[in-house]
């Protein structure tokens, strides 16, 4: 950490430009060294932190485990040194530019949040004088030259030592005029709001193409969805797709993963891949000045990719690293746990809900397996391109024709999402974790597939037990008994039968007490005490008051769409959203919540201080306890006496 310029200073902006060259990207001096050659670190950052009298430039790196730190902190000094000494590339400098203006249109997208309209435009007021300030900073970045830049880093990152003076700030009071202040601020009015129209079309070859026009700011963003997921590895080895799609844009057939990186940032473009439980995803966001050069590399990462050994391996030790944190955090030990103790070994769904696999199937994962994989599921008869932004479908189906046009469809297979049945009674299953202060609880079970039911319905029950922050569990265990900081139940959509489960951490003390609350909650909603009234109306102006914010960016928009793509909605869905949700009936949320909730069915899975809390948990007479370690296997199993 070096002192620095503060907020307004031009220093401030040539030194961001200078944290970009040194951490921004995979072609980063840092990245490039530190995460991608020498692959000592996990990551690299380096930029201003400035507030309005002063402010200070990091740069931070974060080791691989068990990583030499003495060996970065040498290369950090030897990138500074050769920094300072043999200054900054156009190519370098081309680059940074065209990212920091491209994060800045997409930033402005949004109204709020950091980075949105309003965020830019009061922070200028405040701490420049003037609102559109921003022109000014643009104008900066704009004309940065690499000896502006270089001169800027000699003021500050050769300096031997910082001095700030503060001095006391005057006697201030409220304006006396101008505001009233005899009441808070009410709404009185609402605006309406609409769900963007889309378009649908199909390429020659299949590929279904989604486009929803919007011309708000100068960019495109896609997702390209394939039929797949976490469920497709039932075909292979677990954590397969997820690595697959980690994969995807680290080489193809005419770049290198670098090369990539490099082309994108030129032209302030990003690619990313992954999968979730039912589809696995490539998306595109560009500024639609750049679309040609942006498609042309789109189309390469999704056609062409290579899967270079060099880069499996380097994958791989941060995937087994990854699954090693997972199995020593209690959430994510319950999320890996859970799935095949609700659906029985050897189902499509019975994975770690993180989607990682296990440290044998992704040892046991190789090149092939990789390129099966991309063979076997990326056919364009099994996707769908969803395109929101400033494009319209006649100006982008041209396009796609012919950069896909040797894209053929084929056979793929099926996924099998068997339906299980309820568990027979409760089921305790823990896993130790000696001298926790806390506890983390889940308890679930199978529920109807994402539009077997009423989901607007569904939406609006989850709400109300546990899917906000003023539902009964929460205020219940956290507001009212403050055994936890927070309490919920959620709904993870799936094609097939999906979980439904309550999750709370409690302190160790309270765990056998909290899953007693839990049990109770889910059960008087089903009987005693259903939602109500006030709940329901309470939860109908959250979920269509907030739809204008919802929908204020491409990429949510985007999201949407897919939703209606993923699990078979139909195309007016969002269109007809607010009127269902106003139109619910209490009898509507009862009969969804019986199809959902089965509290004499859960399965149960603690994590927590087992010396401290399994005495406690048999008191609650819910079945035999087992205990099993981190990958879900049975260690002991005892009874409930």
């Known amino acids: ?105 997409r930033g402005i997208e949004r109204i709020g949040g950091f980075g949105g309209k309003s965020d830019v435009l009061a922070r200028n007021a405040v701490y420049a004088g003037s609102p559109d300030f921003y022109k000014v900073q643009l104008q900066r970045f704009n004309n940065a030259s690499t000896d502006s830049i270089e001169a800027a880093i000699d003021r500050w990152l ?16 409220a304006a006396g005029e101008g505001a009233d202040r005899s009441g808070v601020p009410e709404t009185t009015s609402f605006p309406e709001v609409a769900f963007s129209d889309f378009e649908r079309g199909t390429l020659s070859n299949g590929l279904e193409l989604i486009v929803a026009t919007r011309k708000s700011i100068p960019t495109i963003n896609m997702s390209l969805r ?40 030129r032209i302030s473009a990003t690619i990313g891949a992954g999968s979730s439980l039912d589809s696995s995803t490539v998306a595109l966001d560009t500024l639609s000045e750049n679309l040609d050069k942006a498609l042309d590399i789109y189309a390469d990462v999704i056609l062409n990719p290579a899967f270079p050994e060099a880069d499996l391996e380097r994958l791989r030790k941060q995937r087994l690293a990854q699954i090693g944190q997972e199995k020593n955090a209690p959430v994510s030990m319950a999320l890996r746990t859970f799935p095949k103790l609700l659906y029985g070994e050897g189902h499509a769904y019975a994975m770690p809900l993180t989607g990682s696999g296990t440290e044998a199937s992704v040892s046991r994962i190789t090149r092939d397996s990789l390129v099966d994989y991309h063979k076997t599921w990326f056919k364009p008869n099994n996707g769908t391109l969803i395109v929101v932004g400033d494009i319209t479908m006649a100006e982008l189906k041209p396009k796609l024709e012919k950069l896909f046009a040797r894209w053929k469809p084929a056979d793929v297979p099926t996924k099998h999402s068997a339906n299980v049945p309820v568990s027979a009674g409760q089921r305790v299953f823990l896993i130790d974790r000696p001298d926790s202060e806390q506890s983390i609880i889940f308890a679930g079970n199978v529920a109807p597939p994402t539009g077997a039911v009423n989901e607007i319905a569904l939406e609006t029950m989850n709400e109300s037990i546990g899917g906000s922050f003023t539902s009964r569990l929460n205020m219940n265990l956290r507001e009212d008994k403050s055994w936890a ?157």
């Open 1 to 105: 950490i070096w002192g620095g310029p503060h907020l307004t200073s031009a220093d401030t902006d040539l030194l961001d430009l200078a944290g970009d060259v040194l951490a921004g990207g995979k072609n980063s001096r840092l990245f490039e060294r530190l995460v991608y050659n020498e692959q000592i670190a996990t990551s690299a950052q380096a930029g201003m932190f400035a507030n309005e009298i002063g402010g200070i430039f990091l740069i931070i790196v974060t080791a691989q485990p068990g990583g030499d730190i003495e060996a970065i902190k040498r290369a950090v000094d030897e990138e500074l040194d050769r920094l300072m000494r043999d200054g900054i590339s156009k190519d370098e400098l081309e680059r940074v530019k065209a990212s920091r203006r491209g994060g800045f249109v």
């Open 158 to 173: 050769k300096a031997g030592a910082y001095h700030l003076e503060v001095r006391p700030f005057p006697a201030l009071s």
């Open 226 to 265: 394939f039929d797949a997921g976490f469920a497709s590895d039932q075909f292979g080895e677990p954590g397969t797709s997820s690595l697959a799609m980690a994969m995807l844009d680290e080489g193809t057939k005419r770049r290198t993963a670098l090369q990539i990186s490099d082309e994108l940032d």
């Open 485 to 641: 900081y927070g309490a919920r139940t959620l709904i993870q959509d799936a094609q097939g039968q999906r979980p439904f489960f309550a999750y709370a951490p409690v302190q160790t003390d309270k765990t056998m007490e909290s899953m007693a609350e839990i049990q109770r909650e889910l059960g008087e909603y089903l009987s005693s005490n259903p939602a109500t009234d006030a709940e329901m109306a309470k939860v109908k102006d959250s979920n269509t008051l907030s739809l204008p914010g919802r929908w204020e960016t491409n990429a949510a928009v985007l999201r949407d769409i897919g939703e209606v793509v993923t699990y078979g909605l139909p195309d007016n869905y969002w269109d007809t959203y607010a009127d269902s949700v106003r139109g619910l009936s209490l009898e509507q949320i009862n009969e969804v919540a019986g199809q959902t909730i089965k509290p004499d069915n859960l399965t149960w899975v603690v994590v927590g201080d087992r010396e401290e809390i399994e005495s406690r948990i048999r008191e609650l007479e819910l079945g035999e306890i087992t205990q099993i370690d981190a990958d879900g296997n049975i260690i002991t199993t005892t009874s409930a006496n």
